[in-house]
């Protein structure tokens, strides 16, 4: 695939090119990723940080030839104020810890051009997904994206004609999606952002969150139940365990509306970064709700998520068992779940002699390993390295990791090796 990686000032960037490197804040934390379809809506955004003055992106003119259509581009259609405003929303509840009656209605009237955005454009499916918000606010951000999620999951599921979400359906799957981790607002930043895991008292006040939020938009007549229960019982599962808001009667059977935004939740969070968290591919992220479900989550969303979403996105690592390291250089929204790989590097000489050669994960040549032995997936060479380092955490052997074979060490294209020996150079010292 002839793509040109080119550097481009902010101001000439152009919908459809696609990033070639990872674009962080000033805090080192990640906005965009590499390999994101950029639209007007994520160039508006960069344009506005002006610490960010040129982006490297690929140039891949088949990427934006017409019938393709992604839902970055439809999603791009949605006028940019209303992730704005929405924003706004998010801001003043976590000033004033109050909704209002009259801030409902203006979000009901800001969710209509997402929903006729989502459900009057062909299926697309979701990629490398990621809407720059202005104020880098993490429960504003996630709240977006489980409203996106939520309602193409109920636009998949009024196509497979399990449900027939009428125009109030769709409203109030947007609100209650868009509302159910508003109790977020009302939690210490210090807590919301801590680096490492949460300790018992902390998570305490973490799962107090939907008593929060509950107790903030109970009393709104223009909120429906249904919406309500998202806030209330988004962290109730199927069999009955998990929790909801304080108050609340226990919940006998969960309402479909809920059921969605729950899997759509925990899609985004393992998808997405945080401060004590590595983003998971979309891949990983499925496989997590596919074992859940029946028990947890209804197998019926969780099967139209994993339609939806690209479980490999474009520029993303894999590394497979025996220590071969895979870039996804493309994807066939048609094959959506056969990625073409290009061997970038192996912790393992035996794949030494294969750098550099492309194929499908579905049809790998004689001798190199495919789905079956996929072991982890990462955005970006430092990712990938955690999630090595947190596997030997979990008590996986380097070995179970890398291979058997005596023949560690670090080979990779030209172009990685610097990235390699930066990332990577701690597994020759447990060698
Ligand atoms: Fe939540």
Same mark, same amino acid.
């Given at each position: 695939m002839a793509n040109l990686v080119v550097k481009v000032q902010t101001e000439d960037l152009q919908p459809g090119q696609i990033l070639a490197e990872d674009i962080r804040d000033p805090f080192g934390r990640i906005l965009l990723y590499s390999g994101a379809t950029l639209t007007e809506f994520t160039i508006q955004g960069l344009r506005e940080r002006e610490y960010i003055k040129t982006v490297k992106v690929r140039i891949s003119p088949e990427k934006i030839a017409p019938g393709l259509l992604r839902p970055e581009e439809s999603l791009a259609r949605i006028p940019t104020q209303v992730h704005q405003r929405?924003?706004? #929303?998010?801001?003043?509840?976590?000033?004033?810890? *109050?909704? $209002? @009656?009259?801030?409902?209605?203006?979000?009901? @009237?800001?969710?209509?051009?997402?929903?006729? %955005?989502? #459900?009057?454009?062909? /299926?697309?499916?979701?990629? %490398?997904?990621?809407?720059?918000? %202005?104020?880098?606010?993490?429960?504003? *951000?996630?709240?977006?994206?489980?409203?996106? !999620?939520?309602?193409?999951?109920?636009?998949?599921?009024?196509?497979?004609? #399990?449900?027939?979400?009428?125009?109030?359906?769709?409203?109030?799957?947007? !609100?209650?999606?868009?509302?159910?981790?508003?109790?977020?607002?009302?939690?210490?930043?210090?807590?919301?952002?801590?680096?490492?895991?949460? =300790?018992?008292?902390?998570? *305490? $006040?973490?799962?107090?969150?939907?008593?929060?939020?509950? +107790?903030?938009?109970? =009393?709104?007549? =223009?909120?429906?139940?249904?919406?309500?229960?998202?806030?209330?019982?988004?962290?109730?599962? !199927?069999?009955?365990?998990?929790?909801?808001? @304080?108050?609340? /009667?226990?919940?006998?059977?969960?309402?479909?509306?809920?059921?969605?935004?729950?899997?759509?939740?925990?899609?985004?969070?393992?998808?997405?970064? +945080?401060?004590?968290?590595?983003?998971?591919? /979309?891949y990983h992220a499925i496989k997590i709700l596919e074992q859940g479900s029946k028990k947890l989550y209804d197998p019926r969303y969780v099967s139209l998520l994993r339609e939806i979403v690209a479980a490999f996105p474009i520029g993303s690592l894999l590394l497979f068992s025996g220590g071969l390291v895979a870039q996804v250089e493309d994807v066939d929204l048609k094959e959506k779940d056969n990625p073409l790989l290009l061997i970038v590097g192996s912790f393992n000489r035996k794949y030494a002699p294969h750098l550099g050669l492309r194929y499908n994960l579905e049809s790998p040549p004689s001798g190199l390993p495919g789905e079956p032995e996929l072991l982890l997936g990462a955005y970006s060479p430092a990712g990938l390295a955690s999630k090595i380092r947190a596997g030997f955490q979990l008590q996986k052997t380097p070995y179970d990791l890398l291979g058997s074979d005596a023949s560690i060490g670090l080979y990779s294209l030209p172009d990685w090796e610097s990235s390699f020996c930066e990332n990577f150079g701690f597994l020759l010292q447990i060698f």
């Open positions: 929405i924003g706004g #929303f998010f801001e003043k509840a976590r000033t004033s810890a *109050q909704v $209002k @009656e009259e801030a409902i209605e203006h979000l009901s @009237e800001d969710v209509q051009p997402v929903i006729e %955005n989502i #459900f009057g454009t062909e /299926p697309a499916i979701v990629h %490398n997904l990621r809407l720059l918000s %202005n104020h880098d606010d993490h429960t504003h *951000q996630h709240s977006w994206m489980v409203m996106l !999620l939520s309602l193409s999951i109920l636009r998949e599921a009024e196509l497979k004609g #399990f449900l027939k979400p009428d125009k109030h359906d769709k409203t109030d799957m947007a !609100l209650g999606a868009l509302l159910h981790d508003i109790g977020k607002t009302q939690i210490p930043l210090k807590i919301l952002n801590k680096p490492g895991k949460l =300790s018992a008292e902390e998570w *305490q $006040k973490m799962r107090l969150h939907s008593t929060y939020g509950y +107790r903030m938009i109970r =009393s709104l007549s =223009s909120l429906m139940p249904v919406s309500k229960a998202v806030v209330g019982h988004h962290h109730r599962y !199927l069999d009955g365990s998990g929790y909801s808001a @304080e108050g609340l /009667p226990f919940l006998e059977y969960v309402p479909d509306l809920v059921r969605i935004a729950t899997v759509a939740d925990i899609y985004e969070a393992i998808v997405s970064e +945080r401060p004590y968290h590595i983003a998971a591919l /979309p």
